[in-house]
């Protein structure tokens, strides 16, 4: 079964500050995706960003950055220079790269991302 | 280009009873999937709909069914409500591949009182 822990329930910062999600998952696919989105108070989920189980390389876009670590299966999700948009909740996710299995999303409990100005 | 539109918005309903939501997917996405988002939790998967069968389901009961339309369009039902099944429920439209992203809806608030 597969299983995605997010352990920041809240996190409060000061606009321009950095931000940094954490992400643990658990599966016995070799073979993955992991996604984060966000949800603003509005309540639709917005897509953020996706990395394959098989490229661990880090990326950049924009303001989001973040860090893959397969061997200590995490996934975690960087906001650089925060801002009172950035306000919203924040959910990891993982799907099996089994195409019969379409895209069924395993979420974790989400971070509640409180930026103030 | 209209994105996932979910109707009703709101919903109160009694114990007991039966519900209806329904959803349109964005457009040219085939893949219709359901979830549950309790408040202050993540949303759980219910069930996905593509070529008008059901192909996966989460952990949840009969009570809970659904249907997808030749338009891909979906429904959610539930009957017997309980006070439990109060949350927002979320659909999400995408192509069957599990690499593509999904787009969600804003969901329909459903209260069971």
């Known amino acids: 079964a597969q299983k995605v822990t997010q352990a920041q329930t809240e996190i409060s910062v000061v606009e321009k500050e950095d931000v940094t999600l954490d992400c643990v998952y658990e599966?016995?696919?070799?073979?993955?995706?992991l996604f984060w989105y966000k949800q603003p108070p509005s309540g639709e989920l917005v897509f953020l960003i996706r990395?394959?189980?098989?490229?661990?390389q880090n990326e950049i876009s924009g303001r989001y950055s973040w860090n893959f670590q397969k061997s200590t299966s995490s996934f975690n999700f960087t906001i650089t220079a925060s801002q009172v948009v950035d306000s919203a909740v924040y959910f990891c996710?993982?799907?099996?790269?089994?195409?019969?299995?379409?895209?069924?999303?395993?979420f974790g409990g989400g971070t509640r991302v409180l930026v103030k100005p | 280009d209209a994105g996932v539109t979910q109707s009703p918005t709101h919903l109160i309903k009694t114990r007991g009873q039966q519900v209806t939501l329904r959803c349109s997917p964005k457009?040219?996405?085939?893949?219709v999937s359901w979830y549950q988002q309790a408040l202050g939790q993540g949303p759980q998967f219910i069930f996905q709909?593509?070529?008008?069968?059901?192909?996966q389901r989460g952990n949840f009961p009969d009570r809970f069914s659904g249907h997808q339309f030749p338009n891909y369009s979906s429904e959610l039902n539930v009957n017997a409500l309980l006070l439990g099944d109060s949350a927002l429920y979320l659909c999400a439209s995408s192509l069957r591949h599990p690499w593509t992203e999904a787009f969600f809806g804003q969901g329909t608030r459903l209260t069971v009182v």
């Open positions: 457009s040219g996405h085939d893949t």
């Open positions: 990395r394959n189980s098989f490229d661990e």
């Open positions: 599966t016995r696919d070799t073979t993955y995706y």
């Open positions: 709909y593509y070529e008008e069968e059901e192909r």
């Open positions: 996710a993982l799907s099996e790269a089994n195409k019969a299995a379409g895209n069924k999303l395993t």
